[in-house]
């Protein structure tokens, strides 16, 4: 399955719906979209209203733009996690790491 990426960007707020999965195959895909246009001081919102599925490598990628963003003193938010995406981040402990609303 693939990902779509809907982006909405406001001053140095990056807000990204995700559809489909964040696997090792679309992982790549979302961290070269971070690159191109995060600003890591500003805010990133992830909404993963419709994402059925995030694998280890789409944890990765979470994992390393969150901690270039704390250095930079930015905030990483996590909207509409679904109860298995839920149950991964407190397996691994990064329900205590990432915000999520």
């Given at each position: ?7 909405k ?21 979302l ?6 246009e995060?600003d890591?001081?500003g ?6 209203a ?15 733009t ?12 996590f ?14 402990g ?8």
């Amino acid at each position: 399955m693939e990902l779509e990426m809907m982006k909405k960007k406001e001053g140095n707020q990056l807000e990204i719906l995700l559809k489909g999965e964040l696997n090792t195959n679309t992982a790549p895909e979302l961290k070269a979209l971070l690159e191109e246009e995060l600003d890591i001081s500003g805010v990133l919102i992830l909404d993963f209203a419709d994402c059925d599925f995030v694998s280890s490598a789409g944890l990765r990628v979470l994992l390393n733009t969150f901690k270039s963003m704390k250095s930079a003193h930015g905030q990483m938010k996590f909207l509409n996690i679904g109860p298995n995406f839920h149950e991964v981040l407190y397996i691994t402990g990064l329900d205590a790491v990432f915000k999520v609303q």
